[in-house]
């Protein structure tokens, strides 16, 4: 995997090219150029001391304990030399300091200390102990007006606007460099009250902590949910809330573990339905669990993660931009990123984090057309979904600090695309849990084939390694948002449709009282080369059998996807219905993709 933008200084942001010019007309783009990150002070608590408090050689460590047992691990950290610079007692991981370079050794020996590890192979800024807000950039005003761009109608996203834009009660998480809270288009959706600085481990909430040390967590938080107000651009989700949550450290601009748990349990802890993470956690792009520091790392942000998912957060991330296959890792270049990089051999045990931990949804990027972009990472099992990032001169339009609008490309611009729509998801129905939704990214997306000529795309045209499920489709997520809970059924296990064959596929019914409503909705997703081959009905538990549509045979269009409404009043509710397709000619085939039932 590469380093996430070409930066003067290491970075793990998961952006491939970048430009941060101000166009002068929407989806204007610029030479891809490299850029220095801004130097600005850090965000974190003055609470963690002053400036004085600090040492040279200042390491941090995530020290790892059974949550019962953290008052004793504490005391051990400063019985071995260290201090306790924060703590997440829910799931016993501890942020420590120490200058002794035998620090984790003596803790590890320690009845009651599960894991220890180093996080960085570089000294704990002094910034971390007398920090400064970052600045809050002066705005220009933009004369731009929202137009469509290829990335929204590439996912639907302009039709789904005008069916729902999501709404206010979720909050979607940026975990990035910071958010511009006083932009245009982000004001009008941005959540302070909620937004922090996680740099350095700690939560700072002070007013402007959150703001962005860069431009990148500005442009993600754009993409998510730019305000639908005439100005610039839109997001995938405009009605949602975003807040920022600011895990970067200045001027290094990297994601330390300590950072990336902070920002977890507080997403947890604050409610937000989604959050998305265009990163890996530095300064190992991958972490292997045979490193005793990089063990600690994974248990520290997957105690993280998994809180945050139980409180009912999902987490979306970037795969990653080195063109490299997650599936079958067998070095890494790019490690460690804070000091001296090593070339190393690697398995797949090693793991690329937040993006390939359990729960996470992990998405790759399509550039314009949806191809799978240059850069993108891929991975059979590893990819979940697909999503615009960009690719060559056709970027991402979004949002920049200042009141600015520009394009980058990466997953880092695919991932908040993904967020987006699992917002919409999560609006059409607020009793989701993260799982809920993690199967309605899957089940919904489009699927996309492998091309031909590239051997390194393995799996089937419902699940590869370029695009997982498929690229995502804000359309149907807000689809959701008129099925009543508890009324809606769906099948999305693929059944073959062969030439000549008649198929079916099942729905079963159940705790809907009396018959089917004479206003039954029945949605059709059928990948199928020429539609004018079939012929679909639904059929009842009593074996009543509903026309939906037989296809004039000329019809040449590929695909069906569409919502049929039912008189079914005569039939019983409960019970299994069945989508069957007939196949009545030869030389084109398909797959029922899924279907659904709205009583």
């Known amino acids: 995997m590469l380093s996430a933008m070409a930066l003067a200084t290491p970075t793990a942001f998961a952006t491939a090219a970048t430009t941060t010019t101000t166009p002068t007309v929407p989806g204007a783009v610029s030479a891809p150029a490299a850029q220095a990150p801004a130097a600005q002070a850090p965000a974190v608590p003055a609470a963690a001391g002053s400036a004085a408090g600090w040492a ?13 047992d953290i008052a004793a691990a504490k005391a051990a950290v400063a019985a071995k030399g260290g201090t306790v610079f924060s703590s997440y007692d829910q799931i016993g991981v501890i942020v420590a300091h120490s200058t002794s370079a035998g620090f984790a050794a003596a803790l590890r020996t320690v009845t009651g200390i599960q894991q220890v590890g180093a996080t960085r192979t570089s000294d704990v800024p002094a910034d971390a102990y007398s920090p400064a807000l970052p600045a809050n950039p002066a705005q220009a005003a933009t004369t731009l007006t929202e137009s469509n761009r290829w990335d929204m109608t590439q996912i639907k996203a302009d039709q789904a606007w005008s069916v729902s ?158 063109n490299y296959d997650l599936a079958n890792k067998t070095t890494d270049t790019e490690s ?160 073959a449709i062969p030439d000549n064959t008649t198929v079916e596929s099942p729905i079963t019914v159940t705790g809907v009282t009396g018959n089917a409503p004479a206003t039954l909705k029945v949605g059709v997703d059928i990948k199928h080369t020429y539609r004018g081959d079939l012929v679909l009905s639904l059929v009842a538990p009593d074996g009543t059998v509903y026309l939906l549509e037989d296809f004039p045979n000329s019809d040449s269009t590929d695909n069906v996807a569409k919502t049929y409404t039912v008189n079914a009043s005569a039939s019983a509710a409960n019970g299994t219905w069945k989508l069957r397709v007939k196949d009545g000619a030869s030389g084109d085939t398909g797959t029922i993709d899924a279907w659904n039932l709205t009583f």
């Open 56 to 68: 040279a050689g200042t390491r941090a460590y995530l020290v790892i304990s059974a949550p019962a």
């Open 165 to 322: 834009t999501g709404s206010p009660s979720v909050k979607v998480g940026v975990l990035d460099t910071g958010v511009d809270d006083q932009h245009q288009d982000l004001a009008p959706n941005f959540d302070a009250a909620d937004s922090v600085s996680c740099a350095y481990g700690k939560p700072d909430a002070r007013t402007g902590a959150w703001r962005d040390v860069d431009t990148h967590g500005t442009h993600v938080a754009g993409t998510i949910a730019a305000a639908k107000n005439g100005k610039g651009v839109i997001g995938v989700a405009p009605g949602v809330k975003i807040a920022s949550v600011r895990i970067a450290e200045p001027t290094s601009t990297l994601f330390y573990a300590e950072n990336t748990v902070c920002g977890f349990v507080w997403a947890g802890d604050h409610g937000f339905k989604v959050t998305n993470n265009s990163y890996y956690t530095d300064p190992w792009q991958f972490n292997c669990p045979n490193d005793l520091d990089q063990a600690a790392i994974i248990e520290g942000v997957k105690r993280a993660q998994e809180y945050a998912e139980g409180k009912g957060s999902l987490q979306v991330a970037a795969a990653g931009n080195a």
């Open 336 to 495: 460690p990123n804070d000091s001296t990089k090593v070339t190393r051999t690697i398995t797949n045990a090693c793991i690329d984090i937040p993006t390939e931990l359990p729960g996470v949804v992990t998405v790759a990027a399509t550039g314009s057309g949806s191809g799978k972009a240059s850069y993108s990472n891929f991975g059979r099992g590893v990819i979940d979904v697909a999503a615009p990032g960009g690719d060559g001169a056709t970027g991402v339009y979004s949002t920049l600090p200042g009141g600015k609008y520009g394009t980058k490309s990466g997953t880092s611009m695919a991932s908040p695309h993904v967020t987006g729509v699992a917002a919409l998801i999560a609006s059409s129905n607020p009793s989701l849990t993260p799982a809920d939704i993690r199967a309605r990214l899957a089940s919904q997306a489009n699927d996309l084939a492998c091309p031909a000529s590239d051997s390194r795309c393995t799996g089937t045209t419902a699940d590869n390694s370029f695009f997982g499920e498929g690229q995502v489709d804000a359309l149907k997520a807000v689809g959701g948002a008129t099925q009543p809970t508890g009324t809606y059924f769906e099948n999305t296990a693929d059944v």
